[in-house]
């Protein structure tokens, strides 16, 4: 190991191993979060002024006004289509423009049209649509509520926590001093002349929104630390604009249960935040981060979702800057002495949820999906900022990743390997050590002296591999990106309007300005062939630190006062990873001339990053807590989009154990990202390295991935077309039993596979909650059937993988595993037909040619599946669509059958023949063999 | 459709394994032939099942042990039997049937893929020939040199068991050197160790005499310096005039206080001072430097006062840093501390005063010298004795070091053998250290010191391990596995580090070389088609 390594190591990383709290900052230690936390629940001093009210078809719009500093805003009101509520609030007249974060919604979303029901001087009632829905107006103090029927679903300002620190000049500068006095003789002179006390004058002063200055005369509001400027450990934030946080509350009656606002390590149903911070977003590299706390990780969704028996409903709170979300309930930790208090008095409270969010600057923008189912709230947001990328089959197999695998010998060792031991992947990946110097886009002259060579053994293995690309770019005369981005000048600029320049792993390196597009056209021109020295294309992108992460800046990112153009960093921050992948990706279809599905792996996200590729959730350790978390953190960001989402198999940081190993694989293997990682200082762990019995027990736990590929690939399509997570909590597929509102040791795959992976160290067996009363569950590996709403214990052994098939479900595998998921291409299928209590069956068979955008003009092959009246039956969902493809049907299993007499298939053409089978009456068990008809093509199979 | 689509598929690939001649029973291992009998039903081999004929290879799995599909990618744990006509045959799993992926290099593993596959059997089985031949060649060479190392290590070895012999003699005679120089050295001693003492005690006497001298002296003076009126007396008021005497510490120095220190009476004279001038003397500061010493005193309190919370401020401003450089703060305390100068400074000066003991007189010295002799031939008669120790103990681990069956490896003990990298030289001297060190300067890095024979149970001189090398950050101590293959030279061919801090090392030696006749054997058995 090179000492310089060691020496970063040293510096950049510290030397303890839980994670330094002290490094990242608390509420308190953050000026506007402290500011407006101290704001404590009262009468809001926001009015509306009803007489600035203006209603056309789709918008309604009303001046607020702070009866304390008089400072107005300007109230926006949009009924969307798909039962959405968008409501924004700006400064009437900011003093300079605030940030509205664009480029995260796929368009501007259209609009339906919003009726005045009633008005009089205390607010306004609006129709939102036919579903008896409204949103009251109140005007004093100002509260909106929406309401369905005579119930309250959501109120906001209900706990008059509006807050909108209002731009303004600075008090103790030379430049306030005249602009203010400048301003009050205006004022006086206006005065002068409006003297007559004309009550139409007089009215139009009070809504003249240029009397700023008169109302910062009003304005009592003390000038408090940390407003202008701010210090945290050895940085200072300039804040040249001075305090501009925003924040509203939002209240949700009958609510208990709260989800989403990821990434944070926690449990899936979020905590009320009373007794500590609140749940911070702020994308940032947090070295070893610790478990069950509301600190903010890698990337922030905004986003989160309200759910109870009746109805869920979702906030997406559109701001880029630091963000934290606080959370009370008046349920939760009520003491037995609470209860009692409530009987003596005789208030039988509803359960509510009270949510509050505050930004650091921007402008108020959130949008109120109103559900009411989850799969509702899912299209509701998707329909915003789009969906889930259709990624190619082939990431959707094995990941072996490592920092780093060392040489080109190393990976065709590694790649042997998987062969010798027979086990399938689909990517080797190459960490930040490949580039020569950390320069990206570059490989490492000695160790990676013939990339392409490398690339084309993989290639002949229908095999490929991922390269890291980090948006930090070495400042160093002699790269050519570099050059290239300072002379076009698209790095961000420092507080002074120079480049600004960090430390990261190059050493001093400077950022890419990817909010602008220009620089994202460029950089994805990069990632041509002929520009991406050594690329191929089975060579997919990894884009990591991407927070940003700036070793020597404050909370190890990007200095707040960084400018993007205008703007400063500060407004934008929660953005910067999602630009780098959206412009990485764009750079994977463009040098295929827009042929090829990209890939590419993203560290920091945002809202919409979905569109773009997979996310991880980081720099995790191999510690059995990590391997638990892996489920709510994936689920947490599966229910705001994002399903494309994996934890390292493994654990980045320390050694797992072997069992830990193993069962890192086993839980991997049904998550949808599938990739072992493992940090540098650790011993070497690829599959094989662990004894002939666990390689066998790996082996068959990435092979179990392997067959469930065209269920995976399904899943994805769906996501990609509807915007329904692949990875689900059991309450979305199981609203109304509170029984599932907090499991998060479990979960479902679709709506058919569910999966309660073992992640207790020497466990003996597991407990699974099988949902559905009127369900029944088929062990996937047994076949055994069991009841639904139970709470089942299954014995467990080092190779078990309780996994569970729905009743009522198909679901299509492919049995014959080979060494890559293309290797597998033209391969037959096993359909799994499950039947419920009734009988019956459904599912569907997706077919592409897994790697192309043909499936945009209908080459594909999408079939229903059902069975029904002992009669299978296979339909074209697709009937304008257009593919083929050479695997056919080679077994079809019944779980839950009894045992015909015969069984026939009839062909499209009408031809009918005898399928043999075999029944096994001890697990009711019916296996069709060989029934060999084409996937594509109709056909029915009839049970006599 | 479906059963025709069906036949479809499977019609060409049938069609083709007959028309290219290749019935897919003539896949098989020729050896289990026997159980694939053309329209006979057949039986799994595992007696699992037993099937028509028609489905053997008919692309579906029948049997749990995957036989009847030796030439499909039905069954997911088969294996199918590359024949490799000119080459080695082999198995591979049957899931790389028509995968597109050449793996048989007779091409018969891809017959209904399309991928375009050249036979290259004969091509491998010429290259494997020639490189067989040559490992052949190798081995040979190398195992004639090895059955050298071993007789020139069994010479060795003889040769050195001889040394030891020699030298345990050379041994026991310096033992009894030494023992007999002992005697005289401390005959020598004892008239020495006399003289010297009768000599310090002359010394000590004087020194004695002269002490008490000075301390009259300093008595008169003192006397007078007391004697503020100059009549021969010294009284309690000119004693109270000294508050250094005050013998308790609290504020007042009483005339009781003093009385009691003249001995109960009101003034003395010279003579009466001297009885009481032992309860003066300790205590007593000269007029002449009390009035230097006084002021000096002063500042040493003043910490003490409240001044303190006024310094933090001037702190706080280098302490938010402090988080980074902790260490060296601590640094720096350190240094405060050892810089504090010592005290005992006075006491030595006494010392000066008496000045240094005189030389001893000839008679002493002679006896002194005499001693020294016969101590310093002492000393060397022990140092050699000690160096033939060593050179035992040395000998006897070579001898008793684990060097092969037939110490084959011996040759190695004591050399050095380098490879030089890109970035780095690396260095292998076998049963002592490995090391690494940057081409282009800096520190040499140890990789591990010796370990043990580290091969597989059958083969345990195959590989060394060296341990406990320098440790790494937040990681293990460096630690390399030498791995040994057979070669005429003793190279160093390649070293890497596959895991953080975890070296690997191939290095070739004769030593290792297996009997020709063993690997010609091996030849044999894969040349056999």
Known sequence: MAPVVVLWLAMCLGGTWAVDKGNFKTCDQSAFCKRQRALKPGESPYRALLETMELTNTRLTLQLINDNNKVRLLLELYRLQGNITRVKINELKPLKPRYEVPDVLIREPPTEPLSLLSQDENGVVLSLGAESQRVIVSARPFRLDIMEGREVLMSLNSRGLLAFEHLRMRKDTFSYKVTSTVASVWDYIKRVFTSQADPEAEKKEEADPANQAEAENVDEEKVEDGMWEETFKSHTDSKPNGPSAVSLDFSLPGVEHVYGIPEHADTLRLKTTDNGDPYRLYNLDVFQYELYNPMALYGAVPVMLAHNTQRTTGIFWLNAAETWVDISSNTAGKTVFGKMLDYVQGSSETPQTDVRWISESGIIDVFIMLGPKPKDVFSQYASLTGTQSFPPLTSLGYHQCRWNYNDQEDVKSVDAGFDEHDIPYDFIWLDIEHTDGKRYFTWDTHKFATPKEMLQGLMDKKRKMVAIVDPHIKVDSNYKIHNEIRSRGFYIKNKDGGDYEGWCWPGSAGYPDFTRIDMRDWWASMFAYDQYEGSMENLYTWNDMNEPSVFNGPEVTMHKDAMHGAWEHRDLHNTYGFYVQMATAEGLIKRSGGVERPFVLTRAFFAGSQRYGAVWTGDNAAEWDHLKISIPMCLSLGLVGISFCGADVGGFFKSPSTELLVRWYQTGAYQPFFRAHAHLDTPRREPWLFGPENTALIREAVRQRYTLLPYWYQQFYQAHRTGQPVMRPLWVEYPQDPATFTLDDEFLIGKDLLVHPVTEEGARGVTAYLPGKDEVWFDVHTFQRHNGAQNLYIPVTMSSIPVFQRGGSIIPRKLRVRRSSTCMEHDPYTLFVALNSQRKAEGELYIDDGHTFNYEKEEFIHRRLSFANNILSSLNLAPDAKFTTQSWIERIVILGASKPSKITLKAADGQESQVEFEFDASMSVLTLRKPGMNSGADWTVTLQ | ?529
């Open chain 2, 1 to 529: 459709m479906s059963c025709q689509y069906h036949q479809h598929l499977l019609l060409p690939l049938l069609l083709s394994l007959l028309t290219a001649g290749v019935s897919s029973v003539e896949v098989q291992r020729p050896r289990d032939r026997q159980f694939y009998e053309e329209g006979k039903p057949f039986t799994c081999l595992d007696n699992s099942a037993t099937i028509p004929f028609d489905r053997v290879n008919d692309d579906y799995c029948d049997c749990k042990d995957g036989s009847d599909e030796p030439g499909t990618a039905a069954c997911p744990n088969g294996s199918f039997y590359c024949t490799n006509a000119g080459f080695r045959s082999s198995f591979i799993p049957s899931s790389r049937i028509n995968d597109g992926i050449c793996d048989c290099c007779d091409t018969t593993d891809e017959y209904n893929s399309g991928a375009a596959c050249q036979n290259t059997c004969r091509e491998l089985g010429r290259k494997e020939m020639e490189s067989l031949e040559k490992m052949a060649e190798i081995a040979k060479e190398g195992y004639r040199l090895k059955q050298l190392l071993i007789q020139e290590a069994k010479r060795g070895l003889e040769e050195k068991k001889k040394k030891l012999q020699d030298i345990q003699v050379t041994k026991k005679d310096l033992e009894d050197k030494v023992e007999a120089l002992r005697t005289v050295k401390e005959t020598a001693e004892q008239p020495e160790k006399e003289a010297k003492e009768r000599h310090l005690k002359a010394w000590e006497d004087q020194k004695a005499l002269i002490r008490m001298e000075k301390d009259m002296a300093r008595m008169a003076e003192v006397f007078l310096e007391l004697d503020d009126d100059g009549d021969g007396f010294v009284s309690v008021a000119e004693l109270l005039s000294h508050s250094e005497l005050n013998p308790d510490s609290d504020d007042s120095f009483t005339e009781a206080e003093a009385q009691v220190l003249l001995g109960g009476v009101d003034k003395v004279d010279t003579v009466t001072f001297e009885a009481v001038w032992n309860n003066i003397k300790e205590k007593y500061i000269s007029e002449a430097t009390a009035d230097t010493t006084a002021p000096a005193e002063t500042p040493q309190e003043e910490p003490f006062s409240d001044n303190d919370s006024e310094q933090y401020p001037e702190d706080d401003i280098p302490e938010e840093e402090d988080d980074d450089d902790e260490e060296d703060d601590d640094d720096e305390h350190d240094d405060g501390d050892y810089k504090t100068p010592p005290t005992p400074t006075q006491e030595k000066k006494d010392d000066d005063d008496e000045g240094t003991m005189p030389p001893y007189d000839q008679e002493t010295q002679d006896l002194i010298d005499a001693a020294q002799k016969a101590r310093d031939e002492f000393d060397k008669s022990e140092r050699a004795l000690r160096e033939v120790d060593d050179q035992i103990r040395n000998l006897e681990k070579e001898i008793s070091f684990d060097f092969g069956p037939n110490s084959e490896f011996a040759y190695l003990y004591s050399q050095c053998y380098e490879l030089t990298t890109s970035e780095y030289i690396y260095r292998l001297c076998p049963f002592n250290r490995v090391s690494q060190k940057p081409k282009y300067g800096g520190s040499e890095t140890n990789l591990g010191t010796w370990g043990k024979w580290a091969g597989p149970e059958d083969n345990i001189y195959s590989v060394m391990k060296y341990e406990h090398g320098t440790g790494c950050w937040q990681g293990p101590n460096r630690s390399t596995t030498v791995k040994l293959t057979c070669g005429k030279e003793t190279v160093v061919t390649s070293t890497s580090e596959p895991s953080r801090c975890e070296y690997l090392m191939e290095f070739i030696s004769p030593a290792i070389c297996q009997e020709p006749s063993s690997l010609e054997s091996y030849f044999h058995e894969h040349q056999e088609l």
